[in-house]
């Protein structure tokens, strides 16, 4: 079992990192803006409510001394080590110059982003695949809201991760040239003795999923579709992030956390005896995970406050869940065809070799 196990002491190199975080206003977003503020990072929170947005920037503005608040821009030694500052924007992650925006904020400010989150999302819409409400009338109604879902949870994460690989990987230090393919699930030391820097390994991307993105979720359809769609990206990144850009890539996979999203069934999973997940549980993983430099293509799974890569599994038991270690190397085979069609690798034996999934 790969269990994560939360380090404090790996907190402490979150101090100056400059922080991009879309969804911060409310929920896991907000606890994770505040948790990094508090050990002392410059975060660039964007959000479609602006009133909770602001509230929560003020809310960390007032708990700073006043000596160390400045108009608009509150910065501070929250935490007593570490120099945070918070800066809210307003940014709907479905128009992509608004993420650039965000982006370009912490790059005006502090020259650099080194870590990017993207929590931004929207659960599904009830009755748009309902047995009793859908039928040859109501279907000639455009589903306006699955698009919606779909735009906010995936789209607005594809946007999200092609501008974080920009920005970060403008202050990385790891060479694009002789790139090699690294294997994505055991985080193995590269071949041919071509590591990463520690700077390179301190960039990184975290997108949050969730359960309904590696299982099915009956009601959730759209949701489960975009969550799964947010996975499916990582997976395919994470050969290449670290060593193409110098970028680390992780998920975060939460099943049922108390926030706003969970609405009404709060009390219906008391009832069920249900592992609920805090705010503040999932926004500690998601820090944890984009900062300690070992994690990289990891789907962590939470369910009451604990946190498992379920990738690790999958990998180990491979040629049991396809049915043969045949099964296994041909589908290598074909991701490494792909990639060679796309420019993303050399030659399928190197995927083969480095166990290129
Ligand atoms: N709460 C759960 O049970 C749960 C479980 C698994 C995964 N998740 C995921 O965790 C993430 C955070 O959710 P949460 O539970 O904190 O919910 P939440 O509703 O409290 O927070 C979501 C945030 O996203 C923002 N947002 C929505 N549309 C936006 C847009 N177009 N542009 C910018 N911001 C937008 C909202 O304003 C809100 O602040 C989401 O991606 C969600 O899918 C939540």
Redesign the pocket.
Known sequence: MAEIVIDNTILASVEDKAVVI?????????ATVTQLFHAGAHVFH????VE??TLLDETLKSSLRPLEQTNGYCSGHASGHGHGSVQFLK????DYESQLALFDAALEKHGRVDMAI??????DRFGWFGPDALDLKSVREIPTPVANVV???LT?TLYFVRLALAYLKHTSTTTTKNHHLDNPILSSPVPNGNSPSSSSLSKSITL?????GFKGFPGLFA?SAS?HGVLGLMRSLRPHSRSVFGVRINTI??????????NGLKAECERNNIH??T?EE?ARVIVQVATDQKEHGKAVYMAGGRALDVEEGIERLEGEWLGGEEWVEDLRRSQGVIGMAYGWGKKVDQVLSNGNK
């Open positions: 879309t969804g911060g206003a409310q929920g896991i977003g907000a964007g959000d479609l409510d909770k947005g940014v709907d992650v479905r993207y929590c931004a999302g929207v659960g735009d906010i949870n607005g949050v999923s969730s359960s309904a949701y969550k996979c939460p099943t049922l956390t108390d926030t706003r999203m969970l609920m997940n705010a999932v």
